[in-house]
């Protein structure tokens, strides 16, 4: 843990003030300020029993956002309309290639020459936390009937390893990531349902994910 770090973030927990942090590709700096701004926030709240597992659904979540975000690079430069099916399957196909010879990092360039971005960000209360990770690439209507079929199947399973045998998806990568957090998420007795992916009003995706303290939290939706 950053313990210069998790001072940062606690003076920010004492004045009731979100804490947020933006970058282009993840590294280990920016997973571990991440980890140290959960495992902080849940100390503060005397939770730390969510922090492994918050932490891992939210590394799910920004690997997820990353991903997206390098997806339009590579469509872009290689003239592909993402809003096509058949350009989307193509480009799916050469993203995956090269996601296996390349790390993130080497498209930093590219991302920030084209300014796409993660932020994370953690809202905080006596009552519960809401943490949601935000890119600035818009779903394509593909992506977004594909991750909702995964959502909404990932929400009929108890068992991951059930899920994988009968839902495996080769294009998306079996959609694992948010079977994943599903799963984690009732393995902790937090409702699922607080797990959410969407759009905001200026096109740009989020995932969020709440925790509630208390029965006085408000969710989101409400």
């Known amino acids: 843990m950053d313990k210069e770090f998790a001072t940062v973030?606690?003076?920010?927990?004492?004045?009731?003030?979100?804490?947020s942090l933006k970058f282009y590709v993840i590294n280990e700096d920016i997973e571990r300020k991440v980890e140290t701004a959960l495992h902080t926030v849940f100390e503060f709240y005397n939770r730390q029993e969510y922090t492994g597992v918050i932490y891992t659904c939210v590394k799910e979540l920004m690997i997820n956002a990353t991903k997206a975000n390098l997806k339009r690079v590579l469509f872009e430069m290689n003239h592909l309309d993402i809003h096509n099916e058949n350009h989307y399957l193509e480009?799916?196909?050469?993203?995956?290639?090269?996601?296996?010879?390349?790390?993130?990092?080497?498209f930093l360039p590219q991302l920030k020459e084209k300014n796409f971005w993660v932020t994370?960000?953690?809202?905080?209360?006596?009552?519960?936390?809401?943490?949601?990770?935000?890119?600035?690439?818009?779903m394509a209507p593909i992506e977004n009937r594909r991750l909702r079929e995964?959502?909404?199947?990932?929400?009929?399973?108890?068992?991951?390893?059930?899920?994988?045998?009968?839902?495996?998806?080769?294009?998306?990568?079996?959609?694992?990531?948010?079977?994943?957090?599903?799963?984690?998420?009732?393995?902790?007795e937090l409702d699922p349902a607080l797990f959410r992916i969407g759009t905001t009003l200026d096109d740009q995706t989020f995932a969020r994910i709440e925790v509630p303290f208390t029965l006085h939290y408000r969710n989101a939706r409400e």
Do not use: W
């Not at 480009?91 to 080497?106: D, Q, V």
């Not at 960000?121 to 943490?131: A, C, F, M, Y």
């Not at 899920?163 to 799963?183: S, T």
């Open 91 to 106: 480009g799916m196909l050469a993203f995956r290639n090269l996601l296996a010879e390349k790390s993130y990092h080497t």
């Open 120 to 138: 994370v960000r953690l809202n905080h209360s006596p009552d519960g936390v809401k943490i949601e990770v935000i890119n600035n690439a818009c």
């Open 150 to 188: 995964k959502l909404k199947k990932a929400m009929q399973y108890e068992s991951l390893a059930e899920f994988y045998l009968e839902q495996g998806d080769e294009m998306e990568g079996a959609g694992m990531g948010i079977a994943l957090i599903v799963m984690l998420l009732k393995g902790m």
């Open 9 to 19: 973030v606690r003076g920010l927990l004492e004045k009731g003030q979100p804490f």
